[in-house]
Structures are given as C-alpha cells and as structure tokens.
C-alpha cells in the first residue's frame, strides 16, 4: 500500500477494480478514517485489515456506480458517517450528513470545503482540506486530464475547473482513476511544444513501467502540464487554432478531441 503523508494525515491509495483509486485518510489527531469513494467493499477491507485502521467515515464524490458501489457492504460492517452531495442525494446511498456545495464541514477538527464541480456529473462534489492542502478530486481532474462530460456542459465543467486553479500550487491532489498514460498521449497531441510536459512523460512512463502509480499529483503540475486546464494558454489556443478564443471555448474544444480520440 502507497502512503503519502501531509501533516497528521496518513493517505492510502487503494487500487480498486480495473483502474479505480479509492483513498483511505487517518488523522493522527482524531484517529478518525475517511474513505474517499468506495469503488468495492473488498479491496477497502483488505486494506483496513493490512492497515489495522478503523473506518469512521465514507466521503462520495458523485453518484457512479464504481465510485459507490461498496458503500453498503462497508456500512453493513460497521456505523459509518457517509458524506455525500445534496444535490444528488436521491441518487447516492443513504447519507448521514448531505452537505451544500460551497459549505464546509468539520472532520474531528479538520475543515473540509465542499467544492461544486458539475460537469462529469451534474451533482459532483470535490473534497478540499484546506489546512492540510490536499484535493480529492474524483473524476473531475485527472493527472493530464479531466472527466468527461456524462450530465454536464463544458461551460460547468471549466467553472469547477477554475475553482480548482484558484487553489495554491502545492495543493496535493488524489484523483479517481489511473488514466496518465492515455491522457498523457493525448497531451502531446494538444500540447506539443511544452517542455514540462515531454520531462513528466517520460517521468509517467518510468512510474508506470516499474509498477508504481501517478497517484497523487499537485495542482501546479496540473496547471503546467494538463491541457485542460492549458486552456488559458496561447500556446494551446493556437495549436488548436482558436488564437483569440476565450479558454472556456478552447477548453471544450480540448474535451471535444479527448472524446474523439
């Protein structure tokens, strides 16, 4: 199991389905432990058996099935906080605390912003803990790339990705599926004169080859090397042919080839 380790909190990426990360969080403090997602029940308990940590708490990002699929039978084992939107509650499990986009809520003593991020989703909700500067950002960012767009428009998607870019640099960010190696392919095509972006392919390769994951990232990579939130680039603006376009133009333009690809 890879942990990262930001302040009291020790997070777990936990490989779940073909290609899914769910994310386990404890806090030192509290000894509280969040799930991020829950893709399956399984693979979360084998890793709270491995980690001999006890589960407090379910956060979910949006309604898809492979992102809440083993929330019942991680519940069936123990009471368990679910936090989910209220937006789209009709379509989550059952939730203990329905939260508003832009609210915030206290975990132990840790503050955690409700970030409204439609799009992928027309209810999805991203985690921020603001102290910590850590980002779960299931499937609305991705390492070089962003979900795609199932209720939402690109208008609503670029919103919620502007958000995001209003975060700092080092924002550490845990995102929903291992998709680099095809959005970094794809990057290149969108990007091609970008020089931080040939250096973290080749970086993404390395990684992967030897088994490892690209779980997490940070924003400032993101924001240096991911071609939809390139968007505001003139660099990327012209590739596309689009040199005066505003970015929400140009962005909807990236996602339109990412869907054709």
């Known amino acids: 199991l890879e942990t990262t380790e930001v302040g009291t909190l020790q997070i777990v990426s936990v490989p779940c389905l073909d290609d899914n990360f769910a994310y386990l969080m404890r806090d030192g403090t509290s000894g509280n432990v969040a799930l991020i997602d829950a893709p399956e029940s399984a693979a979360v308990e084998a890793a709270l058996h491995a980690l001999d940590w006890t589960l407090t708490h379910i956060f979910i990002t949006h309604h898809h099935g492979d992102h809440i699929d083993g929330v019942e039978g991680l519940r ?8 989910g939107s209220s937006v789209d509650a009709h379509r989550l499990p059952v939730l203990t605390r329905a939260v508003m986009p832009g609210e915030s809520f206290a975990w132990g003593e840790i503050e955690v912003r409700v970030i409204d991020t439609p799009g992928h989703t027309v209810g ?19 390492a070089m790339g962003c979900g795609r767009l199932f209720e939402g428009t690109a208008q609503q998607m670029w919103g919620g990705l502007s958000a995001l870019m209003d975060l700092p640099d080092e924002t550490v960010v845990f995102f929903g599926h291992e ?13 091609p004169q970008n020089e931080a972006l040939h250096r973290r392919v080749h970086d993404v390769i390395d990684v992967l080859e030897s088994g490892g994951r690209t779980t997490p990232t940070t924003l400032g990579l ?16 012209r590739h596309l042919g689009l040199p005066d376009a505003d970015p929400e133009i140009v962005f909807a333009e990236v996602r339109r080839r990412k869907d054709n690809a």
């Open 222 to 237: 993101e924001r240096a090397t991911n071609p939809f939130l390139r968007a505001v680039s003139p660099d990327v603006a």
């Open 124 to 142: 999805h909700i991203v985690y921020h803990l603001p102290e910590a500067g850590v980002l779960f950002s299931g499937d609305t960012l991705f």
């Open 76 to 83: 069936a084992r123990r009471t368990l906080d679910v936090v």
């Open 179 to 191: 998709y680099t190696a095809s959005n970094a392919d794809f990057a290149l095509t969108v990007d």
